[in-house]
């Protein structure tokens, strides 16, 4: 929900040299909708200069970037699979993120570049450095004097995703905002640090991640599970070999315990998550911990999950679907007469 006092500052910002000011009350205030009142203001402040001067430019230039929201989470695929490989959402969904920035001049690249020496804060900094990240390969091509390269971008990035989740496993606003908010960039540093293998940062952060999804656990097991799911990408990046110098079997085992913990309350608590996808995050950390587990298994115990979800106090139609839903597995497990007993 968008914070009213805010937006009508916004709306009657009509002094340039206050801009920081106001961008620094965002900041503080409301963190959680930055992309769009650090949008905003810059369109405001657009409005405010002459509409051929180079600080007009600049805003026209940092509002393209922060309206392009970090994509939370990246994991439409699979578990740590970015797809497309783009870390950020743009706005105008007929476009592709390239043609996107390809409509920029080389001037604006260098000008991000700026903003990640001076922006206040990781987030904003981490903003410019994924829009870098997403452009490379425009930027690259259009002036062999830029003063950053792709590993300078993919090491500041890492590090500022890292400094964003020091801020929101530490203080965190809700385990909502900021359990979504660790995900999202936890997310986008492993995706980054594994195309360079530059885990010194990440690692030190496995940790403490750990200890809020125990803590995210009784209000937000959504992201409690998703923090999970990242980490199951870290130990095994890409579904290549397994990364035990960065995952050890012992920390998997920890992480084993959430993802339980977030499927026994899913299973005992009305309207929460996807049971099939649980499940395979449950097998999952399995697999990786040496425990084979069949499609049979799995279909078997997803039933059983389903049972567990149907035994709680739904409505009648909802309890029918559940049981219908767990039929269906005992059928894929080829075990037909409990099937037929629901």
């Not at 996107?100 to 260098?110: I, R, T, V």
């Not at 090491?155 to 900021?178: A, M, N, Q, W, Y």
Request: charged share 25%.
């Amino acid at each position: 929900m968008r914070n009213n006092t805010l937006s009508e500052k916004i709306r009657n910002f009509d002094d340039i040299h206050k801009f920081s000011e106001l961008l620094g009350e965002i900041l503080k205030d409301d963190r959680s909708m930055l992309n769009w009142y650090a949008g905003d203001l810059h369109w405001r402040a657009m409005q405010l200069l002459p509409n051929d001067s180079i600080e007009n430019k600049r805003h026209d230039w940092s509002y393209r970037a922060v309206r392009a929201t970090a994509k939370g989470p990246i994991r439409k695929v699979d578990p740590g699979d970015p797809g497309d490989g783009s870390i950020l959402e743009i706005p105008n969904s007929n476009q592709t993120p390239l043609e996107y920035w390809y409509e920029l001049p080389s001037p604006a690249f260098e000008y991000y570049w700026e903003q990640v020496q001076c922006a206040p804060d990781p987030l904003l900094r981490a903003q410019y450095l994924a829009v870098l990240w997403e452009s490379k390969a425009i930027w690259r091509r259009l002036d062999p004097k830029v003063l950053f390269s792709i590993p300078d971008i993919a090491d500041r990035l890492v590090h500022e995703c890292v400094e964003i989740l020091k801020i929101e496993i530490t203080v965190p606003d809700s385990f909502l905002g900021s359990g979504m908010r660790a995900t999202t960039y936890f997310e986008i540093a492993s995706h980054v640090a594994t195309r360079f293998g530059n885990f010194s940062e990440l690692a030190d952060m496995l940790s403490p991640l750990r200890a809020f999804a125990e803590q995210a656990l009784p209000s937000a097991p959504h992201w409690s599970q998703a923090l999970s799911e990242v980490v199951l990408f870290l130990a095994q990046p890409g579904g290549k070999a397994r990364n035990q110098s960065l995952i050890s079997d012992s920390d998997l085992v920890e992480w084993q315990k959430i993802i339980q913990q977030v499927q026994g309350k899913y299973d005992s608590e009305l309207g929460h998550g996807n049971p099939e996808r649980v499940m395979d995050t449950v097998v999952k950390f399995e697999c990786l911990l040496g425990i084979k587990v069949t499609n049979a298994d799995f279909s078997r115990r997803l039933a059983e999950s389903y049972i567990r979800r149907a035994e709680q106090p739904y409505p009648h139609f909802i309890k029918a679907g559940h049981y219908k839903e767990a039929a269906a597995c005992f059928h894929q497990a080829g075990m037909n007469e409990e099937a037929g007993q629901m």
